[in-house]
């Protein structure tokens, strides 16, 4: 157990950016969305599928005859698309000019998070019909919106966290190589969770692995959360008009 904690507290330290408190705590957060993006697009992407065929009536069709159950994915990531073309120039305006940064990216973090944990509690619904459907669809969707904005509002930090141009450059290298470490780690922790939980010869439905596994992608996410943002969070210093304007004139 020593051997983990120490492990951990190594890992943590290589957040730590140059004794640049702010620029590592901008780091720790740019990087706690960490598998996010892999958990949505691939392990609640499929539990989805399955939980439409769950819901689906004798006609192969779900949401009162709407759409076929086969189409759940392709109209979520329909909506995803549409509605982040709007909102990411929005978002964009908000997040330069906006006194209250800290405290919106606070609420948009958290929120997907919410979602996350949502779905991972949906998927233990024993019968599932439209109803459980229509809010995992919709909360897969939130996921992905209130993600995009919380990165548009942590990456509008990246300039202010550093003088050094070089800085803002290695900062943001830094963060792509860790956020695609965490999304391999999360493949690496499901699938072998996936090979001693549900070995060839054990009897589970298809649905019942991918709601399960769906569950264990979340947890990681969760905890990847968790490990880097509560540390970091209040590390990270608040933007007012006045400070954003001095920092653009330079004075």
Known sequence: MDQVATGAKNCYQCFNYRGNEEASAFLKLATS????TVYSALYAT?????????AENCDEEILGGSIKSSSA???????????SAILSPVSGVIADGTPHRKFMYIVFHAAWLSMVLLQALLVE???PNDATLLLYMASLILTSVFLEISIT????????VTDDEEDVHRLNARTFAFLNGFQLLLALIVTAAGF???????????D??????AQIAAGVVIFFWLYLTVPAIGKLQKRNNEKMVAKASGC
Not at 33 to 36: C, P, W
Not at 208 to 213: D, H, T
């Open 196 to 206: 001693v939980l549900f070995p060839e010869s054990k009897d589970i439905s298809q």
């Open 125 to 127: 619904t024993d019968e």
């Open 73 to 83: 994915i392709a109209s979520t990531i329909f909506i995803e698309g549409v509605i």
């Open 46 to 54: 499929i539990a989805l599928s399955f939980l439409a065929k769950l």
């Open 153 to 160: 509002l942590i990456n509008a930090y990246i300039p202010e």
């Open 33 to 36: 969305r960490g598998a996010a």
């Open 208 to 213: 019942e692995e991918a709601f399960s596994l």
